[in-house]
C-alpha cells in the first residue's frame, strides 16, 4: 500500500487500493459477489466462502443494512427515491452504479464516505 508524508506537517496519508475495503480484510469482488446473492441479484460465490470470509462478509452485510439512509443520501439522485430495503438499495446501486469499486470510489470522490462506515481517514486532515 502506497503511503505519503507531507513534511510541512507530518500527516500521512495512506492509498487504499481500489480493491479493498476500509479496515475489512476484504476483496471487494468478493464482497459484491455475496452483496449479490443477500439482495438475490445472483445465487452463490465461486470459489465457495470460507468460514472466516463467511463470518466477515455477514458482518459486512449487518453492517450494510444500517447504512441504507446514509448511502441514498450519499448518492442522491443517482438513486430512485423509493428505495426501502437494503436488498432493494443494492440492487440500484449495482444497475445505476455498477460494481462495488465503482461505488467506493464514488463516496470517496464526492462524500467522503466509504460503504460500510464514515471514517476520519477518508476525510481531509484539518
Ligand atoms: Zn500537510
Redesign the pocket.
Known amino acids: 500500500m502506497q503511503r505519503f508524508l ?6 500521512t496519508v495512506s492509498v487504499l487500493p481500489g480493491t479493498r475495503l476500509t479496515y475489512r480484510p476484504l476483496e471487494v469482488e468478493r464482497l459484491q459477489g455475496f452483496f449479490d446473492t443477500q439482495a438475490e441479484v445472483s445465487c452463490g460465490l465461486d470459489p465457495p466462502l470460507g468460514v472466516v470470509e463467511a463470518g466477515c462478509l455477514r458482518r459486512a452485510w449487518n453492517r450494510f443494512l444500517t447504512r441504507v439512509q446514509v448511502l441514498q443520501d450519499a448518492f442522491g439522485q443517482i438513486l430512485p427515491t423509493d428505495l426501502h430495503t437494503a436488498q432493494q438499495l443494492w440492487k440500484e446501486l449495482r444497475r445505476s452504479v455498477g460494481s462495488a469499486e465503482e461505488m467506493l470510489r464514488f463516496l470517496a470522490r464526492h462524500c467522503k464516505r466509504s460503504l460500510l462506515g464514515d471514517y476520519a481517514c477518508l476525510r481531509p ?1 484539518p
Not at 507531507?6 to 500527516?11: A, S
Open positions: 507531507c513534511p510541512r506537517c507530518g500527516h486532515a
